[in-house]
């Protein structure tokens, strides 16, 4: 996701400090904007993070995310906690289109999140014990997806383009086939 809100990130100890401001990860027809932590990867993947701590706004989207290309307009799957306590699986299916949110489940700090790719499937679920027992939130498709290089990370949008958000995640994990 191409980020046009100022945001900066720091690592430390096993431990991924983000900092993003933006509009939300979900306007029809607009861009998503946030900071975007990113590495690229091909193929199925899974993202795992431990969301330790969130400060600064409380109607934030913070979480996992897996975008086709770097375009603010682009296809996007993540698993999103939204104002600090509703886990979802956040699925952009096309292009400019509107983002839609599905799943409840509930975070309570730290929560463990994880995003998994098979194909054109995305599958987000929670944790709130460490692992020891994970919740499925969603399951949806993006068709057209595709097998191109693609972008995994972290996310934090504050909802306030004018104020920045802070996150902190640890134990992250990327798997790529």
């Known amino acids: 996701v191409a980020i046009r809100a100022p945001g900066s990130t720091s690592y430390a100890d096993g431990t991924f400090t983000v900092r993003g401001a933006g509009v939300d990860l979900t306007v029809n027809n607009q861009a998503m904007t946030g ?3 990113r590495q690229t990867v091909t ?12 400060t600064g706004a409380t109607a934030d989207r913070v979480g996992l995310l897996m975008a086709k290309s770097l375009s603010p307009f682009d296809q996007a799957a993540g698993a999103i906690v939204s104002g600090g306590t509703a886990a979802q699986l956040m699925l952009r ?5 509107k983002s839609t949110f599905t799943g409840n489940g509930a975070a309570t700090l730290p929560s463990l999140l994880r995003l998994k790719r098979t194909g054109t499937a995305f599958t987000a679920a929670l944790s709130t014990d460490d692992g020891a027992t994970w ?3 969603a399951t949806g498709e993006i068709p057209g997806f595709g097998d191109a290089p693609y972008y995994v990370g972290l996310v934090v949008c ?5 104020a920045r958000c802070t996150t902190e995640f640890d134990e992250v994990s990327i798997t790529a086939d």
């Open 35 to 37: 900071q975007f932590v």
């Open 158 to 162: 504050s909802r306030d383009p004018l």
């Open 135 to 137: 919740t499925t939130l």
């Open 93 to 97: 299916t096309t292009v400019a289109g």
């Open 43 to 54: 193929g199925d993947c899974e993202v795992t993070a431990r969301l330790v701590s969130r």
